[in-house]
């Protein structure tokens, strides 16, 4: 079992920043691989990024790359999501996600999940 509790949302102008964090509890948080999704208003939740177990690997969606960067500290149960350059298209809740033991960090098995943190970015 792990639960997830994430921070750091808020309101941001076009063009800022903001970091996400991500505290996990529970043990064996480095067989988890760890994704960020995020839903808009009326809209389906998608992926954003997610990192391997061990942090070698990472994903994201298409759109945030190379905005958009994700990182863990295993040996403090702890993900993080470092946004710049926010778009008001980047309006939504974020959910941080563990996947045990997920390959597929896109499409692949996420097995909890956050309750989310707001994110609204004003233009």
């Known amino acids: 079992q792990v639960r997830l509790e994430e921070s750091g949302g808020g309101l941001v102008q076009a063009e800022g920043s903001l970091r996400l964090s991500c505290a996990a509890s529970?043990?064996?948080?480095?067989?988890?691989?760890m994704g960020w999704f995020r839903q808009a208003p009326g809209k389906e939740r998608e992926f954003v990024a997610a990192?391997?177990?061990?942090?070698?690997?990472?994903r994201y969606l298409d759109s945030v790359q190379f905005r958009f960067t994700i990182s863990r500290d295993n040996s403090n149960n702890m993900v993080y999501l470092q946004m710049n350059s926010l778009k008001p298209e980047d309006t939504a809740v974020y959910y941080c996600?563990?996947?045990?033991?997920?390959?597929?960090?896109?499409?692949?098995?996420?097995?909890?999940w956050g309750q989310g943190t707001q994110v609204i970015v004003s233009s």
């Open positions: 996600a563990a996947g045990y033991e997920t390959t597929d960090l896109r499409l692949g098995k996420y097995d909890y």
């Open positions: 529970g043990s064996a948080f480095s067989r988890y691989a």
């Open positions: 990192i391997s177990r061990i942090g070698s690997i990472r």
